[in-house]
């Protein structure tokens, strides 16, 4: 099992920054792939970042060019600076770490207001 425990959420005015960060403990050892997902009520909950265990990162085209995920593998935990916050970049986010056997874990969320 793996446990996930996202910080880092809260509210910023619009053009503001926030990082949010998910640290990982359990049976780590067998993820490769870890990420954030972001979720607002009454729709599917949405790709933003996801992160390899070498480095390789793939972004939401709405965030691409503001938000940066990144790791500390030594640390066991995946980070996500988001710049220039938008109103409609509120939303729940979750952190979600993938095993290469396609299981997947995800923490319990933290959430981001981001006001106009």
């Known amino acids: 099992q793996v446990q996930l425990v996202e910080s880092g959420g809260g509210l910023v005015q619009a053009g503001g920054s926030l990082r949010l960060s998910c640290a990982a403990s359990g049976s780590i050892f067998s993820i490769n792939i870890m990420g954030w997902y972001r979720q607002v009520p009454g729709k599917q909950r949405e790709l933003v970042a996801i992160?390899?265990?070498?480095?390789?990162?793939n972004y939401a085209d709405s965030v691409k060019g503001r938000f940066t995920i990144s790791r500390d593998n030594a640390k066991n935990t995946v980070y996500l600076q988001m710049n220039s916050l938008k109103p409609e970049d509120t939303a729940v986010y979750y952190c979600n770490a993938r095993r290469p056997d396609s299981a997947q874990y995800w923490g319990r969320g933290t959430q981001v207001t981001v006001s106009s």
């Open positions: 992160i390899t265990r070498g480095g390789s990162t």
